[in-house]
């Protein structure tokens, strides 16, 4: 029935990014400078999750990059340590350096001897409303043909909690505003997977249509149903996709993602979440805290676990209900 499964990994890049002409012409923009060695504002791309924000900034990148003969880019996770961040732009310029060995400043000072003006680099900061770490975005900010681009859901949590005096440099900014998709686009979406991977007539207009529509908006979960509609027919031994095979994948598809969603999270998300769980009913931010403290050797401050939890909340882990110091957490059923 397939041909190419590479159409239903959520990492794949697709080779066209459908309905986000305008989109993409703002962001490449907003990376050109970059590109030529220029000292270029920090581009930010925001929008719900699903919204194709990661996919639009990798193809940018990617794009960009085929214009210059050295690495171009690295795409971190906001969650990660700056050690961390900096560990993979090594790697992402020197394939082969040992990085294990060395500390921050002796990452830094790599990364300066290979990337300048001459030589810039684009570094993508996914879910950067979770970044822990100040230093990290002043740093890269300060260094000579570094460009960055901040990808997150909301403005205001990427830049609302950082500093004035970094908050000023990353001002002015380029920002590019993703929506949900209508079902229409989704439909388009699928449709372009299925055509590059699905021997034809193994899905029909009908079921795609009804993925779309279940969707809501979201790329990830669309694309996540069709993936999972595909491993049940093959369970099942059918030939082409059932309707039941649909039905199975959408009652599932959810519980799957929050899942992947899991897995890819920092040990802080994870033991936050295991606290709530734990708690076994709603329990207080002040106890939450409190336990986590307990529970982790170097515990982050008050004001990143708030990003760590609003992070569980966006990917439908908890919820939370009260304000401020009257806020409360529980397991979202
Ligand atoms: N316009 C698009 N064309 C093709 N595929 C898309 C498009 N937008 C999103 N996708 C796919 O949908 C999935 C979710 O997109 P992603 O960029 O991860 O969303 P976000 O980062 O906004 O949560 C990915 O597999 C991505 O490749
Ligand atoms: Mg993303």
Request: one cysteine or more; hydrophobic letters at 35%.
């Amino acid at each position: 029935m397939i041909t190419d499964p590479r159409v239903l990994e959520e990492d794949f890049v697709p080779s066209e990014i459908a309905h986000r002409h305008d989109e993409l012409e703002k962001l490449s923009h907003a990376v050109r400078p970059v590109l030529h060695g220029q000292r270029a504002p920090a581009s930010l791309v925001t929008g719900p999750s699903g919204a194709g924000k990661t996919c639009l900034s990798l193809f940018v990148a990617e794009r960009a990059g085929e214009q210059v003969d050295h690495p171009f880019f690295t795409r971190v996770m906001g969650w990660e340590s700056r050690r961390e961040v900096l560990q993979q732009i090594c790697r992402s310029l020197a394939p082969a350096v040992e990085t294990t060995s060395r500390s921050a400043g002796d990452l830094e000072r790599f990364i300066r001897d290979r990337v300048d003006r001459d030589h810039p680099h684009l570094v993508i900061i996914d879910e950067a409303d979770q970044v822990p770490d100040d230093i990290l975005l002043q740093v890269l900010y300060e260094m000579p043909g570094i460009g960055l681009s901040l990808v997150g859901n909301h403005r205001q949590d990427i830049l609302a909690d950082l500093p004035d005096r970094i908050q000023s440099r990353l001002t002015p900014y380029e920002e590019v505003q993703l929506s949900r998709y209508s079902t229409e686009q989704l439909v388009d979406i699928l449709d372009a997977r299925v055509n590059q991977g699905f021997v034809p007539g193994s899905v029909s207009v009908e079921q795609i249509e009804r993925v779309a529509r279940a969707a809501d908006g979201n790329a990830r979960s669309a694309i996540g149903t069709l993936a999972m509609a595909f491993s049940q027919a093959n369970l099942h031994d059918h030939a082409s996709i059932h309707d039941e095979d649909i039905d199975a994948a959408l009652r599932d598809v959810d519980g799957e993602l929050r899942e992947r969603a899991m897995d890819r999270l920092s040990g802080h998300h994870r033991v936050l979440f295991d606290i709530v769980v734990n708690a076994g009913t709603e329990v207080a931010a002040t106890d939450v805290y409190e336990r986590y403290e307990a529970r982790v050797n170097e515990p982050m401050s008050n004001r990143q676990v708030r990003r760590y939890m609003q992070k569980l909340e966006e990917y439908g882990f908890i919820e939370s209900g009260g304000e401020n110091r009257w806020r409360t957490y529980q397991v979202k059923e």
